[in-house]
């Protein structure tokens, strides 16, 4: 039982050693799912880099400093609590060894007056692999069309 203990726990040690930038752009997804979930304001603002281009589903400009996108998320998660955020259908396109585009189709939650609300969207992230990590540098949601 030991011996199989021991090669199982091998065996996962060697998937999380050869996680290539598909596997580890999508980890930045999830953390950003979580954080929105959570209305971790501060969660979310520190997976984006200081010179990440943001259009929220809300924004009527161009964000590109890091106080916007903060402003943006404080207003956006610390009301209509609880949020919920959930990535559904989307695509995974590596560009390169540091450079990933993930997009696709997502739902955000909220609570308003007592009733919870879902809003679907389409969402853009292009994350990229930046002297402390895996960063988003570009970010763009919108809502599905009627």
């Known amino acids: 039982m030991r011996r199989f203990l021991v090669v199982v726990?091998?065996?996962?040690?060697?998937?999380?050693?050869?996680?290539?930038?598909?596997?580890?752009?999508k980890q930045v997804v999830n953390?950003?799912?979580?954080?929105?979930?959570?209305?971790?304001v501060d969660g979310i603002v520190k997976l984006y880099a200081t010179d990440a281009?943001?259009?929220?589903?809300?924004?009527?400009?161009?964000f590109t400093k890091p106080d916007e996108i903060r402003k943006y998320f404080e207003a956006a998660l610390l009301s209509n609590r609880p949020r919920g955020a959930t990535v559904g259908d989307h695509s995974i396109l590596v560009l390169s060894d540091t450079a990933v585009v993930i997009t696709g189709m997502d739902t955000v939650?909220?609570?308003?007056?007592?009733?919870?609300?879902?809003?679907?969207?389409r969402v853009t992230f292009v994350i990229e692999k930046r002297a402390p990590g895996w960063q988003i540098v570009h970010f763009h949601r919108s809502a599905m069309p009627n």
């Open 9 to 25: 726990l091998f065996l996962a040690s060697l998937g999380a050693a050869f996680a290539g930038p598909k596997e580890e752009a």
């Open 31 to 40: 953390k950003w799912t979580q954080a929105f979930t959570e209305s971790d």
């Open 53 to 62: 281009l943001f259009f929220g589903t809300g924004s009527k400009t161009l």
């Open 109 to 121: 939650t909220g609570t308003k007056d007592g009733n919870i609300y879902s809003a679907n969207g």
